[in-house]
């Protein structure tokens, strides 16, 4: 059994003309519902996307993904991302008083952090599909702030900016990056989350027996519950029935995010399953590591990559302590949070998950 069906996380200036722009009061949900949506250059239109679509107009998950106007206040503002009724989302069409900021009135920003957007008050569009938005404003040429692109290309995240043949942006996929970001977006429980809804408390994210059948995607088989995906979510999430949790984490269509504890223990029983499988633990390596640590702890993976070499992962240093990254021969770890204080090797420095990820700029 080789490590080869696993798969990684994958990885706007408008030139204003117009002088008579002006402000717009923020929108409301009933505004969407009247038929019309505005540009963010100010002009009505019917959307192009619109014509053919039988859809709710009143619905929030419309009305999200094709661009919905508010005011800066009305968004939660995260280290990686805005939030809105619980949604992530990126924002443009923002309205700076000063003129020497209009040329970035057509850009899209993805990072709280961007200088264009740290402390901006007033209105702005919000959105939390990038090709839906590009569709509902075809007149505007909305674009990715630069600052924002050099951000998203920096995470290394596979296929997250998509590119045509001339080098030009054709498409961003915002559901990879909330998925990515997923811990420090949404709440701390198990949630569903499909790109604009709500996210969805889950109260069974894992079949209710023991079941009996390997993971359609990685051949893990264990037998015994807390690894194996609820078929129903399954299917929510355009899945296969018979798929495990780090799987599932990696390929839906939606982001599903387990509590802490439940998703280092799937990941724990499935890396035994397949060393087992291999017939001894893999090397040290980068690669091995983004394979089978939860999907919480890829952001942190991927900056390590840059700053330190392959880890061993899943290492016991104590009969009580696991960690999850381990470097023996430089006597460094990283466990998670939640692990039980207990006595470290002398010859051991080891930091909390929160702790590192701190230090690096991740919360």
Known sequence: MKLTNFQLIPNRKTQVSRSDIKPMPAASLSYLASGQITSVSGRKRIPQQQANRKVNRNSLAHAIR?????????LDSLSCSWRYRGIPVFVFGLQHPSSAQADSFGQIHFSPKCPSVINFQGPLWASS??????????????????????????????DLVRKDRFGAVTDIDWLNYARYFASSIFDKH??????GERPQKVNSLFTAEN??????????HIKTHGWALNPELAKQSGLPEEICLLCAERRARAVIMPSPQAA??????RYESLTKQLGSEPQASWMVAEQVVPASWLPLVQKL??????????QVITPRVLAVLCWPSMGRA???DNTKEAKV???????????IEGELGLS
């Open 264 to 269: 280092l223990r799937a990941a724990t029983l």
């Open 190 to 195: 198990p949630i569903f989350w499909r790109n």
């Open 211 to 220: 079941p009996k059948y390997a993971c359609s995607i990685c051949q893990c």
């Open 66 to 74: 094709t661009g919905i106007q508010l005011d800066s206040s009305d």
């Open 345 to 355: 090797p002398q010859s051991y420095s080891v930091w909390r998950k929160s702790q």
């Open 334 to 336: 990283i466990i998670a």
């Open 305 to 314: 990559k840059t700053l330190m070499g392959p880890p061993k992962v899943f």
């Open 129 to 158: 599909d990038y090709g839906a938005v590009l569709k509902s404003f075809p007149q505007d040429q909305l674009k990715p702030c630069p600052h924002c692109l050099r951000y998203l290309y920096s995470l290394d995240i596979p």
